[in-house]
């Protein structure tokens, strides 16, 4: 899908630009075009990237690489990478994330935008653009503020929601842990560290926003990317924390089975410590208390069976209490 916002000053904003237009309606002064394509194919895309003028590189990374954020210049032109993360999962277990890319060509009048696959921050700018011209009052780089602000934004829920995932796990492993749990734990992990692949590149290019003088950049507009970068910081330092609170849940985990498993192996072996001397009894004398071939009658003898029945009874727990005062139990 093509979509285009066409602002010029004392006029209605126009969402019907054709891309033979779009050469034509740039020429005349403090207008704004925004052009985004959504799903196209490069055979679609190519030809309106070509009219123009942008460089075969910067159009090959657009249509048909894959990138970390970055920017570059190119004089008459900035071309910007974003890269935003999104939840697959329809229920509160399921982490199936998908990262992808937003690449931005950013103009002194323009800015086109380019993306596989539908993104919600990006549909809510173009919403508001429609609803509110101050967004498009600003020029091309006060919309592009908007844009990666909104795409920024667009983190916290799932900040929040692993914080979330991270206090239920963490009642899980002090109350019974189950296998399910350490899958929830990885699951987590993976999902952080997808994310911090993001932000620390993603917070280079916005400081180069902020800080270099790039001529398509107006120098008061400088600011609110300086802001959009101290939410990347802070989102950074979330997960940084969310990412230990994790290593330290799987370490609480491990922990909390060990000692399960310590428990279980103690009572097992204080069950066969009761029962070894009983065994080494019954195992020596024979218990054979029918008519023996030796001529031993007192081994069969009522009073032998009655003293061998009280030692097996008494021998374990004569032996448990030993321990119990030993505080080995």
């Known amino acids: 899908m093509i979509r285009t916002l066409f602002y010029q000053p004392d006029q209605p904003l126009r969402t019907d630009l054709a891309p033979e237009e779009f050469q034509s309606v740039l020429q005349a002064s403090e207008v704004l075009l925004w052009v985004d394509f959504s799903e196209e194919p ?12 942008f460089h075969p590189l910067s159009i090959d990374d657009a249509l048909q690489e894959t990138h970390s954020p970055k920017i570059d210049d190119w004089s008459d032109y900035l071309y910007i990478v974003i890269n935003y993360m999104h939840l697959n999962g329809e229920t509160e277990d399921d982490w199936d994330t998908e990262v992808d890319e937003l690449d931005i060509f950013l103009g002194p009048n323009y800015i ?15 919403v508001s653009c429609q609803r ?33 995932a991270i206090d239920i796990i963490e009642d899980e ?3 019974r842990p189950v296998p399910k749990t350490l899958e929830r734990i990885f699951s987590l992990k993976r999902v952080l560290l997808a ?12 400081n180069k926003l902020a800080r270099d003088d790039y001529r398509i950049i107006d120098q008061k507009d400088r600011i ?93 727990v004569g032996m448990y209490m030993w321990m119990r005062r030993r505080t080995w139990v």
Not at 137 to 150: E, F, P, S, T, V
Not at 225 to 231: S, T
Not at 263 to 288: R, S, Y
């Open 42 to 53: 490069p055979e679609v895309c190519e030809p309106i990237l070509l009219s123009f003028k």
């Open 112 to 126: 086109i935008t380019h993306h596989d696959h539908t993104l919600p921050s990006l549909d809510a700018t173009w």
């Open 132 to 164: 509110d011209l101050r967004h498009v009052q600003g020029g091309a780089d006060h919309l592009l503020y908007r844009i990666i602000d909104n795409v920024v934004t667009e983190y916290m829920p799932i900040v929040e929601r692993i914080d979330e």
């Open 173 to 175: 492993v002090f109350d």
């Open 195 to 206: 994310m911090r692949r993001i932000l620390l590149p993603q917070r280079e290019v916005l």
């Open 224 to 316: 609110f990317f300086r802001d959009i970068y101290d939410h990347l910081v802070r989102l950074h330092d979330l997960n940084e924390s969310l990412r230990d609170l994790v290593s330290g849940a799987l370490d609480t985990y491990l922990s909390v089975v060990n000692n399960r498993m310590n428990e279980i192996m103690k009572t097992l072996t204080l069950i066969t410590t009761l029962f070894m001397p009983i065994t080494f009894v019954t195992g020596f004398f024979g218990m054979n208390f029918f008519e023996p071939v030796a001529q031993l009658f007192g081994w069969t003898s009522r009073q032998a069976f009655l003293v061998t029945m009280g030692i097996l009874a008494l021998l374990p």
